[in-house]
């Protein structure tokens, strides 16, 4: 997974930039633009910028980050043939997944079997999801990646309105997590559990 110094490098290369982790967005109270029409192209703000760095991605050899990004593009509502076209070299390009580390592999297919026992074709917000590996075992799922030092959406401060998913997913983000905040993360996520 890219870090935040190759995360801007990449960014800068592919004539974009970010404004880092949302939740030091000057003037944070102002959601983002998220509809596109701003000619600031920061990679959360606009479907095409994501379609952008997802064939950024796929042109420097980072097909998982390339495919997660291309999926979020077409949450944001990016369309048409550059979607279809990145779709098909993406195809031929990524890692099969019985070739993935068999701990990662289990982890993300027992929790796309938990998100389709939901039902059928919900959307998903990977929050902390790393390079997205879990878009390619929700095929049919709408998805969209929130990890910072990937493409620069936080879930600290989602740019998103209450209501935009269907569900919010996160996997081995605990560990991640200061010891300080583990607690209330912990009894908030098993709150929203039960609801």
């Avoid at 919900?122 to 590996?133: E, H, M, Y």
Wanted: charged share 20%.
């Amino acid at each position: 997974m890219p870090t935040v110094a190759p995360l801007n490098r990449i960014l800068n290369k592919a004539g974009l930039r970010s404004a880092g982790c949302l939740s030091k967005w000057p003037g944070r109270s102002k959601k983002p633009d998220l509809s596109g029409k701003s000619n600031t192209k920061f990679l959360y703000s606009a479907p095409q910028a994501h379609l952008q760095y997802a064939e950024f991605c796929f042109q420097e050899g980072l097909f998982e980050v390339a495919h997660s990004e291309m999926r979020t593009a077409n949450f944001l509502g990016a369309k048409g043939d550059r979607v279809k076209d990145l779709a098909r070299k993406l195809e031929h390009s990524l890692t099969p997944l019985e070739d993935i580390a068999h701990n990662q592999y289990y982890r993300l297919q027992s929790l796309a079997n938990a998100i389709f026992a939901q039902g059928e074709s919900l959307s998903v917000l990977d929050v902390g999801g790393g390079a997205g590996n879990l878009s390619r075992f929700i095929p049919n799922n709408p998805y969209c990646l929130a990890e910072p030092i990937v493409n620069g959406i936080s879930g600290e401060n989602l740019p998103f309105e209450d209501g935009s998913f269907d569900l919010v997913v996160s996997c081995h983000v605990l560990e991640h997590i200061p010891t300080s905040d583990v607690m209330p993360f912990w009894i908030i996520e098993k709150r929203k559990a039960y609801l």
